[in-house]
């Protein structure tokens, strides 16, 4: 999945600023769980937030837009970065699918600094693929990052 540099929209203002300021504090958690209703923006805010956590000279706000991170990203070819999302359109996301996400967390990022998953939609997993998550979950690499978009958080 390609990613434009995007940036929160206007009433996510306030999320994005904790987590900007958890960021700068060097606490923010390993594993996030956008929730929040259809088209409210939740893949907007994980591409920005994935943006701004991989680029190599972020300004205050956001993502630079222009370093190489930020290139890679925007054409959707950055190493560190793998958004995995149902292969089949109302299909379930694969147990292969998570595996792949938690071989790619295992591993040290290729451009110095963060790896990102993001999933979406996380209510798609089905059980096995749910439990091939948990350790990575539960036990995150130094730097790795996992995302997860939905819907429907009771699910």
Not at 21 to 44: C, D, E, I, Y
Not at 107 to 128: C, D, F, L, W, Y
């Amino acid at each position: 999945m390609s990613s434009a540099l995007v940036q929160p929209l206007p009433w996510q203002r306030e999320q994005w600023q904790r987590l900007q300021q958890q960021h700068t504090q060097q606490q923010l958690p390993h594993a996030m769980l956008f929730a929040g209703p259809v088209s409210v923006g939740k893949r907007n805010f994980a591409r920005a937030l994935s943006a701004m956590l991989l680029c190599q000279s972020p300004t205050t706000a956001s993502a630079c837009g222009h370093c190489r991170s930020c290139l890679l990203l925007n054409a959707g070819t950055h190493p560190d970065w793998l958004w995995i999302a149902p292969e089949e359109s109302g299909k379930a996301i694969k147990i292969d699918q998570v595996r792949g996400v938690v071989d790619f967390m295992a591993h040290t990022a290729q451009q110095g600094g963060r790896k990102i998953a993001v999933v979406e939609p996380a209510e798609s997993m089905n059980r096995n693929a749910a439990n091939a998550l948990l350790k990575t979950l539960e036990e995150p690499s130094g730097s790795a990052q996992l995302i997860l978009i939905t819907d429907a958080p009771g699910r």
